[in-house]
């Protein structure tokens, strides 16, 4: 026990008390006011509101996309760094603390609260659409080179720099929460850069920025879900799309989640995750069996090595001199769409891999999870793309016209076609209750200070609130005002990660673990 308290001690980082409720009631109020009126300002004038959308989007992807390029590409660097560090054997909790889940348990809810609803809805749609245009001026379209280029460019918006975002944020929260004894809050992991008692309105601010950022990018997330469960529903079983459909399917998730999230973190959510992974698995085993099995794998594996080969280059993309701006309508939206819900999944993360060494906890959200995704686009997106380029179909004119119809168009070309398309839109569905039920559990838990086990009333209160967000954003002005919010959060949210960065860097230098002991005494007899 004594070697436990001393790897957890620190001179500056003593465990802290929750704060008062005053400043965890202020975050509560000013966040949730912030996030009402913008939802009751797209009720009220949705066109003033789809024009402002559009003029925050092109300001920002137009003036900062640089600053996103750069900040993932980093991220992933020093994650890499980290878990090849002699520090990667540091653990989120005391040196003798055990993880809490099982392996599978684990990914399966790092999979389903992370990229599950975006991944649907873009696993066909993405893959089809650079097929059709091609990311590079005057590059090949609808060939077999536009055929390649768009499986790479796939996998490299799903792979490492996506979850690195997500790593940095839960290795900070989680560092500080879990090995340090803190508050879960992402102003607490920032002590180390500033200081135990650093200026309490920053605090605030901090605080309000993660729960509003965190928000606004799980309704883009949920919007995008519902406005593929809208499309897929009319597709398949011709049931008119539009504002109802998308209000009932908003209102009856939001009762659903509510609903898990009242049987906690180890039973609702646990058992969502492991039902998604299966519903996943079994789509991509459908699909991999009736569709071109040979040509998927093949896909799959020159897919993997284009995405190695341009990893860097892809990182570091952007078109000054052209003034194209493809980059900043994929890869720009991307990276700010998951900024934003970062500290809800880097809180989440941070929750369920308690007990994990850095090293494994690097390895696991880097590998596994984009491994799964390149299954998921190989096998879905590559037999759109096998189907469009031999077989004559016009799945990838379909996307052009609605992303929303990408996946159901595939399921036409397939066996059991009603059937699928249940199943998928059933997937969509727990997908997006996982999410939802996850992002109330962690805002909760950062507005009132109890990041362990927040009140269930507030957890409700927040569900109300996400889902009335989704219903105005999507209304107001669909995928528009969405990517708009995303950037709007994502901008600002970017200098925390860089900031938790810093902080968590300079106390793992002064980790007193076993393995910085060793380096220093190897140091010390290449001295002598």
Same mark, same amino acid.
């Given at each position: 026990?004594?070697?436990?308290?001393?790897?957890?001690?620190?001179?500056?980082?003593?465990?802290?008390?929750?704060?008062?409720?005053?400043?965890?009631?202020?975050?509560?109020?000013?966040?949730?006011?912030?996030?009402?009126f913008?939802?009751?300002?797209?009720?009220?004038?949705?066109?003033r509101?789809?024009?402002?959308?559009?003029?925050?989007?092109?300001?920002i992807?137009?003036?900062? *996309?640089?600053?996103?390029?750069?900040?993932?590409?980093?991220?992933?660097v020093?994650l890499?760094?980290?878990?090849?560090?002699?520090?990667?054997?540091?653990?989120?909790?005391g040196?003798?603390?055990?993880?809490?889940?099982?392996?599978?348990?684990?990914?399966?809810?790092?999979?389903?609260? &992370?990229?599950?609803?975006?991944?649907?809805?873009?696993?066909?749609?993405?893959?089809?659409?650079?097929?059709?245009?091609?990311?590079?001026? &005057?590059?090949?379209?609808?060939n077999?080179?536009?055929?390649?280029?768009?499986?790479?460019?796939?996998?490299?918006?799903?792979?490492?720099?996506?979850?690195?975002?997500?790593?940095?944020?839960?290795l900070?929260?989680?560092?500080?929460?879990?090995?340090?004894?803190?508050?879960?809050?992402?102003?607490?992991?920032?002590?180390?850069?500033?200081?135990?008692?650093?200026?309490?309105?920053?605090?605030?601010?901090?605080?309000?920025?993660?729960?509003?950022?965190t928000?606004?990018g799980?309704?883009?997330?949920?919007?995008?879900?519902?406005?593929?469960?809208?499309?897929? #529903?009319?597709?398949?079983?011709?049931?008119?799309?539009?504002?109802?459909?998308?209000i009932?399917?908003?209102?009856?998730?939001?009762?659903?989640?509510?609903?898990s999230?009242?049987?906690?973190?180890?039973?609702?959510?646990?058992?969502?995750?492991?039902?998604?992974?299966?519903?996943?698995?079994?789509?991509?085993?459908f699909?991999?069996?009736?569709?071109?099995?040979?040509?998927?794998?093949?896909?799959?594996?020159?897919?993997?090595?284009?995405?190695?080969?341009?990893?860097?280059?892809? *990182?570091?993309?952007?078109?000054?001199?052209?003034?194209?701006?493809?980059?900043?309508?994929?890869?720009?939206?991307?990276?700010?769409?998951?900024?934003?819900?970062?500290?809800?999944? &880097?809180?989440?993360?941070?929750?369920?891999?308690?007990?994990r060494?850095?090293?494994?906890?690097?390895m696991?959200?880097?590998?596994?999870p984009?491994?799964?995704?390149?299954?998921w686009?190989?096998?879905?997106g590559?037999?759109?793309?096998?189907?469009d380029?031999?077989?004559?179909?016009?799945?990838?004119?379909?996307?052009l016209?609605?992303?929303?119809?990408?996946?159901?168009a595939?399921?036409?070309?397939l066996? #059991?076609?009603?059937?699928?398309?249940?199943?998928?839109?059933?997937?969509?569905?727990?997908?997006?209750v996982?999410?939802?039920?996850?992002?109330?559990?962690?805002?909760?838990?950062?507005?009132?200070?109890?990041?362990?086990?927040?009140?269930?009333?507030?957890?409700?209160?927040?569900?109300?609130?996400?889902g009335?967000?989704?219903?105005?954003?999507?209304?107001?002005?669909?995928?528009?005002?969405?990517?708009?919010?995303?950037?709007?959060?994502?901008?600002?949210?970017?200098?925390?990660?860089?900031?938790?960065?810093?902080?968590?860097?300079?106390?793992?230098?002064?980790?007193?673990?076993?393995?910085?002991?060793?380096?220093?005494?190897?140091?010390?007899?290449?001295?002598?």
């Amino acid at each position: 026990m004594k070697k436990e308290n001393l790897a957890n001690d620190s001179d500056d980082e003593i465990p802290k008390k929750p704060e008062k409720n005053s400043r965890l009631g202020l975050v509560f109020w000013v966040s949730a006011s912030v996030i009402l009126f913008a939802a009751i300002l797209a009720i009220i004038i949705p066109d003033r509101f789809q024009i402002a959308s559009e003029s925050v989007y092109g300001w920002i992807s137009n003036y900062f *996309s640089w600053f996103f390029m750069i900040a993932v590409f980093g991220f992933g660097v020093f994650l890499i760094f980290l878990a090849l560090s002699p520090y990667g054997r540091v653990k989120l909790g005391g040196d003798q603390s055990k993880p809490e889940f099982s392996f599978r348990s684990w990914i399966g809810m790092l999979f389903s609260a &992370g990229l599950g609803v975006g991944l649907v809805f873009f696993g066909v749609a993405e893959p089809m659409s650079h097929y059709m245009i091609s990311p590079f001026t &005057g590059g090949p379209i609808e060939n077999e080179d536009a055929a390649r280029m768009a499986m790479g460019y796939s996998f490299f918006h799903w792979g490492i720099s996506q979850w690195s975002i997500f790593g940095v944020a839960g290795l900070a929260i989680g560092y500080s929460q879990y090995r340090k004894q803190k508050n879960g809050l992402v102003s607490t992991s920032l002590e180390p850069l500033f200081g135990t008692e650093y200026n309490r309105k920053a605090r605030k601010a901090i605080d309000i920025l993660a729960v509003i950022a965190t928000v606004t990018g799980m309704a883009t997330s949920v919007g995008l879900g519902i406005m593929q469960m809208d499309g897929g #529903l009319n597709i398949a079983y011709g049931i008119p799309s539009g504002a109802l459909t998308q209000i009932i399917l908003t209102a009856v998730m939001t009762g659903l989640f509510i609903l898990s999230t009242t049987t906690g973190l180890k039973r609702g959510i646990k058992w969502l995750s492991n039902l998604n992974m299966i519903l996943a698995a079994v789509i991509t085993i459908f699909v991999m069996a009736m569709g071109p099995f040979t040509f998927i794998m093949e896909s799959i594996i020159v897919g993997l090595g284009d995405y190695i080969s341009n990893y860097v280059g892809y *990182s570091l993309r952007m078109q000054p001199y052209s003034g194209e701006v493809w980059v900043q309508e994929w890869t720009v939206f991307y990276w700010a769409w998951v900024i934003a819900w970062s500290p809800f999944i &880097g809180s989440f993360v941070a929750r369920v891999s308690k007990g994990r060494t850095i090293r494994e906890y690097v390895m696991g959200i880097l590998i596994v999870p984009p491994i799964l995704s390149f299954l998921w686009i190989g096998a879905l997106g590559g037999t759109a793309i096998y189907s469009d380029l031999f077989n004559g179909t016009n799945i990838g004119g379909l996307v052009l016209e609605d992303d929303t119809a990408a996946l159901f168009a595939l399921f036409d070309q397939l066996p #059991l076609t009603e059937l699928f398309s249940a199943l998928a839109i059933l997937l969509i569905f727990t997908f997006l209750v996982t999410s939802a039920d996850s992002a109330t559990f962690i805002v909760a838990g950062m507005t009132s200070g109890n990041t362990e086990n927040p009140g269930m009333r507030l957890k409700i209160i927040w569900g109300v609130l996400l889902g009335l967000l989704t219903v105005t954003l999507i209304i107001a002005g669909g995928l528009t005002s969405l990517q708009a919010a995303s950037l709007l959060a994502g901008l600002p949210f970017g200098v925390i990660l860089i900031l938790m960065i810093v902080a968590v860097s300079k106390s793992l230098r002064r980790e007193p673990n076993d393995s910085m002991k060793r380096r220093q005494k190897k140091g010390k007899r290449k001295n002598v």
